[in-house]
């Protein structure tokens, strides 16, 4: 009879490796590439996302700042603000108040829906107002002190009695007045002190309806420099001036030049020592730095050039009063607006920025990503491939240490070698691999069956 053929299975394996199937469609391994690439949007998306958080909103087109009272160089000094403000389409509403104690209130106030505001030195501390920060000092505001017929001596004994205005309720005016009134022995109890602004203060002592007043206002505002050109009323230096600046760091030591009022008449007639704090633009934390940069640029255009009591360039100064200075007006006194806003119109500087903010970490993660998907994919691709070799070899290893391993066994493990060689999923470029895999794989087989014929 002849010769008795391999077992069942020898057979199978004989035929099956006979009629293998070509590699898995292309269109299946578009479809792995396809996933890749889904994952690395994923990952491009999630880095968007983060960064817009990070951004936060844009800068609002609506920022409240309270001023003072009408007609103050508090209201005067914010209309600028606001027609400034409004070439770059950003609308500043406007809201007076008594004055800086009421502009410090409202800032404190979320609820208020105030967000800038003038504010004197001397008024407030880190630890009371932990919300807000400064950008930086404006101008001094001197304190001035005229009086009415009246000679107020060393000790101001010359006011008891008299009828003295010394600011509204909420004015910073008025808190400081009481302070330096204090200091000196008088309240309300020796002087009659009345709440009144400092242009109708002003109105009152030209008419001799009050015999003092103490205001705070700049040196080129109208109701000072009637009452110092006005020959019956008296500008009063400042006494123990130096002793008034070291109890009250926050002052600062003036000198008003003879004549300066009025040369012709020589008023005043002689030097006059004034007090004077720095008013700062104070802002909560939480201010858009696109609309700090916009009011320090207009601060810059406001407040800078020369004046009786400042140097060109002097203000706006970053210098810290009462409250510290954002980071971002560190940052605008140190190199100036963004490089954005210096060329190109305000929303569409904005709009840039934030563009090149998000394109930035995007592209830094998306470029070396997309750069390595390529590989990665291959890299899986060749994995795979090379697994199926590493199974391969340990059959072949295995067919070598034992020469009468049963061959049906080992021909059963081909089969599925074989049958997963052929359901791989790749590319044209890897069907080489396969078919290479293949070969070998036949070329196992075709070993077996020399050694069990």
């Known amino acids: 009879m002849p010769a008795s053929r391999p077992c069942n299975k020898v057979e199978a394996g004989r035929v099956y490796i006979k009629s293998g199937v070509m590699p898995a469609p292309n269109q299946k391994a578009r479809r792995v590439k396809l996933w890749f690439y889904l994952t690395a949007g994923a990952l491009i ?12 909103p844009f800068p609002p087109r609506v920022v409240v700042m309270s001023t003072g009272t009408p007609g103050s160089d508090y209201e005067e000094f914010a209309r600028r603000y606001q027609a400034i403000m409004a070439r770059s389409g950003v609308e500043l509403r406007l ?25 004197q030195g001397g008024l407030t501390t880190q630890a009371l107002s932990p919300d807000l920060e400064s950008l930086g000092t404006l101008f001094y505001e001197p304190v001035w002190f005229f009086t009415r017929g009246v000679q107020p001596g060393l000790r101001l004994e010359g006011l008891r009695g008299r009828k003295m205005s010394i600011g509204p309720e909420g004015s910073g005016s008025r808190s400081i007045a009481l302070k330096l009134l204090a200091v000196n022995g008088i309240d309300q109890s020796i002087a009659q ?39 019956h009323v008296d500008v009063v230096s400042a006494v123990r001036a130096d002793a008034v600046v070291a109890l009250y760091p926050f002052l600062n030591k003036l000198l008003l030049p003879a004549g300066v009022g009025n040369l012709a008449a020589n008023r005043p007639p002689t030097d006059v020592v004034l007090l ?9 934390s939480d201010l858009h730095p696109a609309i700090q940069h916009l009011l320090l640029e207009a601060a810059v255009e406001i407040h800078s050039g020369p004046g009786i009591f400042q140097k060109s360039g002097q203000f706006p100064a970053p210098e810290k009063v009462d409250l510290p200075l954002s980071k971002d007006a560190q940052q605008f006194y140190k190199s ?53 070799y590493g199974e391969l070899k340990f059959i072949d290893l295995e067919l070598q240490a034992n020469a009468n391993a049963v061959a ?46």
Do not use: C
Request: charged residues 20%; positive net charge; glycine residues 4%.
């Open 276 to 284: 004077a704090p720095k008013t700062s633009l104070i802002m909560r």
């Open 95 to 119: 809201l007076p108040s008594a004055g800086a104690l009421e502009n410090l209130r409202r800032l404190n106030d979320r609820r208020s829906g105030v967000s800038v505001g003038f504010v």
């Open 336 to 388: 100036g607006p963004p490089f954005l806003q210096r060329y190109l119109p305000f929303w569409l500087a904005v709009f840039v920025e934030r563009l090149l903010l998000l394109l930035i970490p995007v592209a830094a993660i998306a470029y070396p990503l997309l750069s390595a998907l390529p590989q990665m994919y291959q890299w899986n691709i060749r994995r795979r491939i090379f697994r199926l």
């Open 408 to 453: 049906g066994d080992l021909l059963e493990r081909l089969n599925r070698l074989k049958k997963r060689a052929d359901q791989l999923l790749v590319p044209d470029e890897f069907a080489e691999l396969v078919y290479t895999l293949r070969d070998h794989i036949d070329s196992v087989y075709a070993r077996i069956l020399r050694q069990n014929p």
């Open 45 to 56: 998306v999630i880095a968007l996302v983060v960064t817009i958080a990070y951004l936060g």
């Open 193 to 231: 002190l009345l709440p009144f602004t400092a242009s109708e203060a002003g109105e009152r002592l030209l008419r001799g309806e009050i015999d003092a007043a103490v205001m705070m206002a700049a040196w080129d505002s109208s109701v000072v420099r009637r009452l110092l050109a006005d020959p």
